[in-house]
Antibody, heavy 128, light 113 residues
Framework: QLQLQESGPGLVKPSETLSLTCTVSGGSISSRNYYWGWIRQPPGKGLEWIGTIYYRGSTYYNPSLKSRVTISVDTSKNQFSLKLSSVTAADTAVYYC????????????????????WGQGTLVTVSS | DIVMTQSPDSLPVSLGERATINCKSSQSVLYRSDNKNYLAWYQQKPGQPPKLLMHWASTRESGVPDRFSGSGSGTDFTLTISSLQAEDVAVYYCQQYHSAPITFGQGTRLEIK
């Protein structure tokens, strides 16, 4: 059974960089069929896609966060990571890592599918 | 960006009754090339991550009870629970994956009347 687990600091100071890692077990992050993403949910609010990575390193970011986000992958550790710079209180949220159920390339555009496996999430609070 | 709008925001339903949640996209999420609607539904219970219920608008995930069904095409979609059970109390989200960025509806809170 595929499992994903987020890890990282639960408290980050304003203007600093939030760093989280997702460890994948029960399956390989290097599978050709899947993409790996980050989603966040502010307390009591809805879901926001942050970005996604393919095991070969291709990345896809939400334009609303693109200037501050970096997602990377370490296939040797079966992990992928999120860095979000210059955080403010508005970045306080539960951060989830998840697997996309697949993706296709059509007319040179990559379409990445729904999220079929999710981590339990980790609350990151931005506060001094 | 494709904006996903769900209705209602909150839905009280009696046990055993039908629950219907609507989701409307600001642009069509139907790909003509494969005739598939790039839409998913999730269920989120308190303190838990979202759980995938449906993809391709109407394909039920393995293990999801058959009282859950999805329908619709283009811009208008519906998630129906045919006979509400107590364990169905949750927030439900639709999500489009037709165009980047991936976007979600604001959520519909389903509760027992």
């Amino acid at each position: 059974q595929l499992q994903l687990q987020e890890s990282g600091p639960g408290l980050v100071k304003p203007s600093e960089t939030l760093s989280l890692t997702c460890t994948v077990s029960g399956g390989s992050i290097s599978s050709r069929n899947y993409y790996w993403g980050w989603i966040r949910q502010p307390p009591g609010k809805g879901l926001e896609w942050i970005g996604t990575i393919y095991y070969r390193g291709s990345t896809y970011y939400n334009p609303s966060l693109k200037s501050r986000v970096t997602i990377s992958v370490d296939t040797s550790k079966n992990q992928f990571s999120l860095k979000l710079s210059s955080v403010t209180a508005a970045d306080t949220a539960v951060y989830y890592c998840a697997r996309h159920g697949g993706g296709i390339t059509t007319f040179a555009v990559v379409i990445i599918y729904y999220f079929d496996y999710w981590g339990q999430g980790t609350l990151v609070t931005v506060s001094s | 960006d494709i904006v996903m709008t769900q209705s209602p925001d909150s839905l009280p339903v009696s046990l055993g009754e039908r629950a219907t949640i609507n989701c409307k996209s600001s642009q069509s999420v139907l790909y003509r090339s494969d005739n598939k609607n790039y839409l998913a539904w999730y269920q989120q219970k308190p303190g838990q991550p979202p759980k995938l219920l449906m993809h391709w608008a109407s394909t039920r995930e393995s293990g999801v009870p058959d009282r859950f069904s999805g329908s619709g095409s283009g811009t208008d979609f519906t998630l129906t629970i045919s006979s509400l059970q107590a364990e169905d109390v949750a927030v439900y989200y639709c999500q489009q994956y037709h165009s980047a960025p991936i976007t979600f509806g604001q959520g519909t809170r389903l509760e027992i009347k």
